[in-house]
């Protein structure tokens, strides 16, 4: 049994923003020289979550505002009083941190049209991955 | 360590639809032959998710409900002018690709009620899922 | 390989409820001497969920209110019919039994305004936790 662990800072520019760490994650698992086993990417954060979908410039841009408009900033939330984000843990606490992947003969396991993202719900900030792939 | 995986195919009729495959995942889980573990359901698809809960008729339909309600189709969404299924890849995102199951004593852990269904969001299709057994 | 198992269990006291477990967690991770793995915390139930988020009272209240906003109680959901908690159901549902954890050096790794709760969707009830921890 191995496991191999790396870190990644993510650099956001907005409030919310999706950020595609996928190559960042195929590399990760090509350097564990692991065959077979699970690939986990955790964000370290209360207020981002990892999600795996399409990259498409519309949809990236109907998930943002999706999520404003079902976590919405400002109405009155008691956690705004010590810290304005309420909205943004929210967020993070429904869709959770984590996505976790097959790995088969070395190869990341994901559809054709699965890609892996950061979802900033609280940017601009520096974001802190976790990858950890255990397999033999 | 071992690691057992498995592929199987879940036709769907209807746009939203749940298919419970928690006896195909027992299955998986019993030709491993790994007494204790993980086990991942994961599929391969953007318009797709992975729940969990219970098999009852009433329930099964107030998903698809609630699902439908929560991300209506047709609303305007910037992905419909690719392909009219923003709704569903909107779903797919926030509820997830996959569910992960201890295993112990060669069995798949989990509840009284709770059953495994694929969610599909954009059928009728035909969906691979992808089941790994990783252990001992 | 090393496996390692705990199931806690969880005495709610209100219909709605998060309960921090991120000690028994710890505890559990300690206990098993593993250094290098993944540790799943993994609830028996179709009525609650676990999540990961800050430990703050009014965040605590803020997700209270917003999950029984999201998924209010009496609508005239089918599965009302058999039993009266068809939202609890949809909330697990959605939100998912279970959440994944790195482990690194013998200790879980969350970040420092991540704690692991129980979500109870239908207490006053006894909820049983199955903690499992995986790796060498």
Request: hydrophobic share 40%; with cysteine; glycine share 6%.
């Amino acid at each position: 049994m191995k496991v191999f662990f790396d870190e990644i800072d993510v650099l956001t520019e907005s409030r919310t923003e999706l950020v595609d760490i996928s190559s960042y994650v195929e590399d990760h698992v090509r350097k564990s020289n692991i065959k077979n086993g699970f690939c986990l990417a955790y964000a370290l954060h209360s207020t981002v979550a990892i999600i795996v979908n399409e990259h498409e410039t519309g949809l990236i841009q109907d998930i943002i505002n999706k999520v404003e408009k079902d976590f919405p900033k400002g109405m009155g939330w008691l956690h705004d009083r010590i810290d304005d984000n309420a909205d943004a843990h929210l967020a993070s606490t429904f869709i959770g941190p984590s996505r976790i992947f097959p790995i088969k003969n070395g190869r990341l396991v994901k559809g054709k049209w699965q890609n892996i993202f950061v979802l900033e719900l609280d940017g601009p900030r520096t974001r802190k991955i976790v990858l950890e792939t255990l397999g033999e």
